[in-house]
């Protein structure tokens, strides 16, 4: 019988969930199924309870429901729990297990695709909403030499560093985006909502160096992030290749089997 698999969001049109993981599950001869779910805001719960009963095995879970998904799950991986959220359930009646794959996702994209070591390296994390605190603990177990957190409400950045309960929290450093400090950084991550929207941060060209490699977390498009970050001499680059990891770590999660991300990934650029 075929498995059922789904991404649960809203909105969910845009996902390009499905074709990912119906990639994966040609290449790894894997017989699944997966969907995108329109979840109501206030009913992603009914709505994974409901695929249970549909006897889906898992899902995948985006905007707005990362906070649910967290809540709803009776275990949780370690990661999970550290950062309070989830985008990968393993359904079961009787279990149904949490995981964040966002933070692998994005350290197996630079380190890997991108061919970018952190281990020594400075990085500045523009944003501290719910995609930072997803990728902030896999960034810190790559043993950066410094983090620095900027936000526009420095307070926010504060707690998202206290939160995270690292060992060595003075190592990591939050500021306002108008206060960073100038500083060459070899990795700058745009996980804020400002892309989404076309919005320019206020960012100083000071920041961007033929040395740095500038991330936009959002993907498909070229963002005011990365065009600032050309203008002044740096590499940049948007999410898809997070977008395509954090899946293959979630397909290995539900099926056992690691799927090669890097005809996925070249796929989907050469659709845009």
Not at 11 to 40: C, G, R, V, W
Not at 145 to 151: D, G, L, P, V
Not at 194 to 200: H, N, T
Not at 219 to 245: C, H, I, S
């Amino acid at each position: 019988m075929t498995d059922k698999y789904a991404v649960i969001g809203n909105p969910i049109a845009h996902s390009k969930s499905p074709q990912i993981h119906m990639e994966f599950a040609k290449q790894t001869n894997q017989d699944i199924s997966y969907k995108a779910i329109l979840a109501p805001l206030n009913e992603f719960e009914v709505t994974a309870r409901r695929l249970i009963d549909e006897g889906y095995k898992g899902v995948n879970v985006t905007v707005p429901f990362k906070l649910q998904a967290f809540l709803l799950s009776n275990s949780l991986s370690p990661l999970a729990k550290a950062v309070c959220a989830v985008n990968t359930l393993i359904l079961d009646r009787n279990n149904i297990q949490g995981h964040n794959t966002d933070g692998i996702g994005l350290i197996n994209d630079i380190t890997q695709n991108l061919n970018t070591k952190l281990q020594g390296k400075r990085i500045l994390l523009l944003g501290a909403g719910g995609a930072a605190q997803g990728v902030l603990l896999p960034l810190w177990y790559q043993k950066p030499k410094q983090i620095i957190i900027a936000n526009r409400n420095v307070d926010k950045a504060v707690e998202l560093i206290n939160n995270a309960q690292l060992t060595e929290p003075l190592l990591i450093q939050a500021y306002t985006f108008d206060d960073i400090p100038y500083e060459e950084f070899d990795l700058i991550i745009n996980a804020t909502s400002a892309s989404l929207s076309g919005e320019q941060l206020s960012l100083s060209d000071i920041l961007f160096n033929e040395n740095t490699l500038a991330y936009d977390m959002m993907y498909g498009r070229e963002t005011p992030f990365m065009q600032q970050a050309r203008a002044n001499g740096a590499k940049a680059t948007d999410g898809l290749g997070m977008l395509v990891e954090q899946a293959a770590e979630a397909f290995y999660i539900w099926r056992n089997v690691r799927p090669q991300t890097a005809p996925v990934i070249a796929m989907l650029r050469n659709h845009n």
